[in-house]
């Protein structure tokens, strides 16, 4: 996907940033962490080369709409919310070649078009790659050239002002101030990234609950960081996020073993029992 993705010019446009992210993953699953590091780091500069983008997005005047009904079935959320919905497809205006240009350099002229993207999905596999570096490198990825750029790309705020995507600003941002370890920084935008559009979940509240987890086990509040990795997997299964449910899942299990409890968590219990009757399981 990163090879396909799309190019203005020489340069990648901002689709890349999605499938380099995806291309760390799978490499990250392949057990090559050097090279999700680097498919990771270019996810991450190129956030910071195209960082106005969402500014350039033209979103749907909806406001934001309670959602279907929570999805799992393992467990209810004790947060006082509902996912909410919003149109996945915006649209971003594409400008044409300079005329001046063409004349000297040649080429074709092209007139300015809307070209569709799903603006959430970027952002969210932003905060994967954020996420994941910060996890392969630990306190040795904390000053990192890739990391410093996009962290100060965001901290410029490049959204709507007054919008939801202000939300997903928040959580990236907060991802990125935990990798660099400044956990005072990085609390207060994680919670206030929690929520869009009033009291709705978004596509990256499960990412959100998931740091602020690992922060919570950082300070050694292991029953803390249990239940928010269990509301993270509410809020992955209620956008359909199986990497975020399977993260959350897993460090659910850690957190409840570190704050000394024997056995299974409850709803990763609940959990598995389903998935194992899909698959034939006992």
């Known amino acids: 996907c990163y090879r396909g993705a799309s190019r203005v010019g020489a340069e990648r446009w901002i689709d890349s940033i999605a499938a380099a992210a995806l291309v760390g ?29 969402l500014l350039s997005v033209q979103f749907p005047a909806q406001p934001p709409q309670p959602a279907r009904q929570r999805v799992a079935t393992w467990g209810r959320s004790e947060r006082n919310t509902m996912p909410g919905g919003w149109p996945e497809v915006a649209t971003i205006r594409m400008r044409g070649t300079d005329p001046q240009e063409v004349l000297q350099r040649g080429g074709a002229l092209a007139a300015p078009y809307d070209r569709s993207l799903r603006p959430q999905e970027i952002m969210r596999c932003l905060v994967i790659a954020i996420y994941r570096h910060a996890v392969l490198l630990g306190e040795l ?101 199986a990497r975020a449910l399977e993260e959350s899942m897993r460090l659910a299990f850690q957190a409840h073993r570190a704050a000394g409890f024997r056995g299974v968590p409850p709803s990763i219990r609940g959990c598995s029992f389903p998935a194992a009757r899909r698959s034939g399981g006992p």
């Open 141 to 241: 990825g904390r000053e990192n050239a890739s990391l410093d750029a996009v962290a100060k790309a965001l901290a410029r705020r490049p959204a709507p002002p007054n919008h939801h995507s202000q939300a997903w600003i928040d959580v990236a941002l907060g991802t990125a101030c935990w990798a660099q370890g400044k956990a005072e920084l990085a609390q207060p935008l994680l919670a206030r990234g929690l929520v869009a559009g009033g009291d709705f979940d978004h596509p990256l509240t499960a990412w959100a609950l998931i740091v602020l987890g690992r922060m919570a086990l950082d300070a050694d509040q292991a029953a803390r960081a249990a239940k928010l990795f269990e509301e993270a997997s509410y809020a992955a299964a209620d956008f359909g996020d």
């Open 25 to 53: 993953e799978c490499l990250f699953e392949g057990g090559d962490f050097r090279g999700a590091v680097t498919a990771y780091e270019e996810a991450m500069l190129l956030e910071a080369g195209h960082a106005d983008w």
